[in-house]
């Protein structure tokens, strides 16, 4: 490639570096809408950047060697740094109301299924919808952007707050006694995942 690119690349990174698209407008980012140019996108950062693996659930030889090369590391230190926590990886309120948005204007499926079964979030960087379990070659230490109360809440927090919650229903009709059973049992079998 030669410098004109180089620099052309350079520049585009530099521009779009550091800038939440809630900064740059209120508006939803365009590929979170637009599966075309959200496609357009992808691919431009699969081929300069590296994007993928295409199936982080199959061991993809050849794909984490080249990223362990690149950053002078291992594959299992490399394998750490994913989409999910880079610093361009953006999974705020705003923007993921911006996916579902988008999901729900293809009909294809069920929004928040796809967001559950995919963990999708916003690259702010190279501005398309990455998966959290994928990387890429500019991966940024210290993500990911998510809303503050979300980021920062203790998971013990987090259960002290559904136990508060069970209690005063349990205390309340017989209709929110169901719904407190039915939070236990959620409360419950998180456990079973954590
Ligand atoms: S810059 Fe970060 S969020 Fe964007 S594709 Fe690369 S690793 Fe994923």
Redesign the pocket.
């Known amino acids: 490639m030669n410098n004109f690119f180089n620099s052309k690349m350079d520049l585009k990174g530099k521009l779009l570096l550091g800038k939440k698209v809630t900064e740059v407008s209120s508006k939803c980012p365009l590929a979170t809408v637009d599966v075309e140019d959200n496609i357009k996108n992808r691919d431009w950062?699969i081929k300069k950047?590296g994007?993928g693996p295409l199936n982080p659930d199959s061991p993809d030889p050849g794909f984490w060697e080249k990223k362990a090369n690149l950053w002078s590391t291992n594959v299992e230190t490399v394998k750490t740094a994913?989409?999910g926590n880079?610093a361009?990886?953006d999974q705020s309120d705003v923007v993921i109301g911006c996916i579902k948005k988008g999901i729900n204007e293809t009909n294809a499926a069920d929004p928040q299924d796809v967001l559950d079964l995919a963990n999708l979030?916003y690259?702010q960087?190279?501005k398309f919808k990455?998966a959290a379990t994928?990387?890429?070659d500019?991966?940024?230490h210290g993500?990911p952007i998510k809303d503050e109360q979300q980021k920062y809440m203790p998971e013990t927090e987090v259960e002290n707050e559904l136990t508060n919650i069970v209690n005063q229903l349990y205390k309340a009709s017989q209709t929110h006694r169901k719904q407190a059973n039915r939070l236990e049992m959620l409360k419950n079998s998180m456990g079973v995942y954590g």
């Open positions: 950062t950047f994007y994913r989409c880079c361009a990886f979030g690259c960087l190279f990455c994928r990387t890429c500019a991966w940024l993500g």
